[in-house]
């Protein structure tokens, strides 16, 4: 008879195996038992952890003295491996021996039988008898695993012949993994690390990687020694720096603003985009009235990008020009120009650098995270990773695939550096994208989120006005209408040149009821900063609503049409079909409802209500529901 059980399925896949255990337990335990598991959880929280989750393992089981690991390539796991014990080895410089913890590892491939998240077979049984006879600090490997990363790895293997071991029929071939041979960090590392990453998400347009270079502060990656001489430093991701400006000759009042333009900008720039590195203004100082070479000139200050500018005096005014450079190839990748009055610059200067320095900021990251998209290999740093993920949301149009991807690289740089504003903002902005594109997702556990990553940016960007940005946008989704007024309040004060904080201002307005407030705003920050939002369409969807608003209709078409020219989202269609219906416009009404059905699938009055109901003062409320929630019944948008 053939029962039940028999006809169940194992559920089986292949798997790389990693067993781990702490060499000599019994006797650390005995030596000092708070100390030794301290100890324990610190290598576990800061090493250990971090590097499964880099190389995307799972952590299967802990017992009290070892871990066993389950990954989806031999490959991260050997290199997770070798991670892991020569970060103990540098952990234990310095401890004596009889205080030393060291692990033992074993890594086998084989099938495993998955059973309420455990794994059993034998694969594992032998990934076990492998770590056995691993030395302390050491690797010990199947035949299996050195035949399936040899090619693919530096390390050298060490023959330790076929292996009698406990309850294992036949015997298991071993080999030592030499942890001495091979570079510390190589680009195999960041290449295989990638194409995991790839792989995993399923970027199958970007599987030519990125740029292997780190931050200075995290180490650069090492190139191969073709030549005896050592090869020169590469410049670190987001270096640039800042030439003196240049000045009419012959009046020295001119020069000596130029002179001081320079500086302000220099500082300017360093406090703004913190994750740049500004070559000092004493260093750059010394190109003054000089011609220089754009290439000779990043090879001496080891920077990927050079700032060169001019002032000059124009009747009343003055007028800055400047320039971005890329220091590689000597070629020209931004440029803009800003003019004044005298009698403004005159009373502060420092305001007219601080409006180059948010073009120049966007400027540079734009640059940076094109040049990290285009290049092979991945490099190291948490600021890499998050150009990585900025490449991605791009590509990806902000899609939820694109948004999904792109936090899963800000997790990664935050496991780098847990202090990165720029890897908090980011995941938040892929959080309001799933909030607004993924009608299925856990709505509470996505403003839990925003809440927790919003204020964690706010502690370590208190002076910046992108966390209070981040902040506000936290707290209106919430509906905590006045706490959000009060965080961008803070960002306006942060931000008074930018624009930035004011055209968050202005979208608050639209949700107060405000939409005349957010047509006033919206200018004052365009006047400030006139490229302010304009990637993303954000200066005309925001008229485009308040127009809508306003019940003025044809301006409210017109804006929301440049907003979709500049930036394709669906949100800027749902106004408009509103916007069109209001107006009579039958045939425009059909395509774009077309548009928005394509973009957001089985669209109702009620799920764009159930979106907001957080969000909005009864002003706003009252004005939806004349203008915007009559415009899209009007154009067949259905109820429920």
Aim: neutral net charge; charged residues 25%.
């Amino acid at each position: 008879m053939i029962t039940e059980r028999a006809l169940t399925r194992d559920h089986r896949r292949l798997a790389a195996i990693v067993s781990a255990d702490v060499a000599d337990y019994s006797r650390l335990m005995g030596l000092d038992e708070s100390g030794t598991l301290a100890g324990l959880k610190a290598h576990r929280r800061e090493l250990l952890d971090p590097k499964i989750a880099e190389y995307d393992g799972r952590i299967v089981k802990t017992t009290g003295d070892g871990l066993l690991l389950e990954f989806a390539s031999v490959v991260d796991a050997v290199r997770c491996a070798v991670d892991v014990q020569r970060g103990m080895a540098e952990r234990n410089a310095g401890v004596s021996p009889e205080q030393r913890i060291d692990f033992r590892i074993g890594i086998n491939v084989g099938d495993i039988i998955i059973d309420e998240g455990d794994i059993f077979g034998d694969g594992v049984n032998v990934a076990a008898r492998l770590q056995t006879l691993a030395e302390p600090g050491g690797i010990c490997v199947s035949r299996v695993v050195r035949d399936q990363v040899l090619d693919k790895l530096s390390f050298a293997f060490e023959d330790l012949g076929a292996q009698e071991v406990k309850n294992i029929a036949r015997p298991v071939e071993a080999y030592r993994v030499d942890l001495g041979s091979g570079p510390a960090q190589t680009q195999g590392r960041g290449h295989q690390r990638w194409q995991r990453l790839t792989r995993a998400i399923g970027w199958q347009w970007l599987a030519a990687g990125v740029a292997a270079l780190g931050l200075a502060s995290i180490g650069v990656w090492a190139s191969p020694q073709i030549w005896k001489s050592a090869p020169g430093p590469t410049p670190p991701a987001l270096s640039v720096a800042i030439l003196p400006f240049a000045a009419p000759p012959g009046s020295p009042p001119n020069e000596q603003f130029a002179d001081a333009f320079t500086e302000d900008l220099s500082m300017a720039l360093g406090r703004n985009l913190r994750v740049a590195l500004v070559s000092s203004h004493s260093v750059t100082a010394a190109y003054k009235g000089k011609t220089i070479d754009a290439r000779t000139v990043g090879r001496e200050l080891n920077v990927r990008y050079l700032v060169e500018g001019e002032l000059r005096r124009a009747g009343d005014g003055v007028a800055v020009s400047a320039q971005l450079i890329d220091a590689n190839n000597a070629t020209q990748v931004w440029s803009d120009r800003l003019e004044a009055g005298t009698a403004e610059v005159a009373q502060d200067k420092r305001d007219l650098a601080v409006q180059l320095t948010q073009r120049l900021r966007d400027a540079l990251l734009d640059a940076e995270r094109r040049r990290v998209g285009t290049q092979q290999g991945a490099g190291g740093s948490a600021m890499e990773t998050v150009l990585r993920a900025m490449n991605v949301l791009d590509i990806g149009s902000g899609t939820l695939r694109a948004a999904h991807a792109a936090r899963k690289l800000c997790d990664i740089a935050l496991l780098l550096d847990p202090n990165l504003l720029t890897a908090l903002l980011l995941r938040g902005s892929t959080l309001e994208i799933q909030r607004q594109l993924d009608r299925h997702a856990d709505n509470n556990w996505l403003l839990q989120e925003m809440d927790e990553d919003s204020k964690r940016a706010v502690e370590v960007g208190r002076d910046d006005q992108r966390a209070w940005q981040f902040r506000a946008n936290a707290l209106l989704v919430q509906g905590r209408m006045e706490a959000a007024l009060n965080a961008n309040d803070e960002a306006v004060r942060l931000d008074a040149t930018g624009g930035g904080a004011l055209l968050q201002r202005a979208w608050l307005m639209v949700l107060m009821g405000r939409p005349a407030e957010t047509l006033a705003l919206v200018d004052k920050a365009t006047a400030l900063n006139p490229n302010v939002g304009r990637g993303h369409g954000s200066v005309e969807f925001y008229r485009c609503s308040a127009f809508l608003g306003l019940g003025r209709y044809d301006d409210a078409v017109a804006a929301c049409e440049k907003s979709v020219a500049q930036c394709d989202r669906w949100v800027t269609h749902l106004v408009l079909v509103a916007a069109y219906a209001q107006n009579g416009a039958a045939a425009q009404v059909a395509v774009e409802r077309a548009e928005l059905l394509k973009w957001r699938p089985g669209f109702t009055i009620a799920s764009l209500k159930a979106l907001d109901r957080n969000m909005g003062a009864p002003g706003f409320h009252q004005l939806a529901e004349t203008h915007l929630y009559a415009g899209l019944r009007e154009a067949g948008i259905p109820e429920n």
